[in-house]
Every structure is written in C-alpha cells, then in structure tokens.
C-alpha cells in the first residue's frame, strides 16, 4: 500500500530507506507498507518522493557511517 503525505501533513522527521537521509517536517513524501498489514506502524517505511520512483533502478545500499572505509 502507498500513500502521498502532503507537506502541511508531515509533521514528523522520518529516514528514507532510499537514500538514507532525514525526510523533515513540513516536506511531502511516500509512505508505504505491505498490503497484509492492517495498520502496524512499525512496517511503514517514509520515502522521498524522488527517491520511492528511483527504487527500482537503485543498486541495494549498504548503510556505513560517516567515517567508515569504502572498499570496491
């Protein structure tokens, strides 16, 4: 399931698994879950807009800290 979350509505800062950047107050994004859920929070994901359409031509992402190595 997939829902648009208008600006004036986001009222929370959220992480998009996308780009793993802060999704702010106040900035329209995607909200989606799977669609067996029947409204448990914790299976909800808050994606940029930009970034829920590009999801399908992203590589998988590892998650490093800032200062962590990259190797490859």
Same mark, same amino acid.
Request: aromatic content about 10%.
């Given at each position: 399931? =997939? ?10 800062? *959220?992480?998009?698994?996308?780009? =793993? ?6 900035? +329209?994004?995607?909200? +989606?879950?799977? +669609?067996?859920?029947?409204?448990? +929070?914790?299976? &909800? ?7 829920? &359409?590009? &999801?399908? !031509? !992203?590589? %998988?992402?590892?998650?490093?800290? !800032?200062?962590? %190595?990259? *190797?490859?």
């Amino acid at each position: 399931m =997939v829902r648009n979350i208008f600006g004036g509505a986001a009222a929370k800062t *959220y992480r998009c698994p996308g780009c =793993v950047q802060e999704i702010r107050p106040g900035v +329209a994004h995607v909200v +989606a879950w799977p +669609a067996d859920d029947f409204g448990d +929070a914790a299976d &909800r994901r808050h994606w940029h807009t930009g970034c829920w &359409r590009a &999801r399908d !031509r !992203r590589a %998988p992402g590892v998650e490093r800290s !800032r200062n962590a %190595p990259r *190797y490859g």
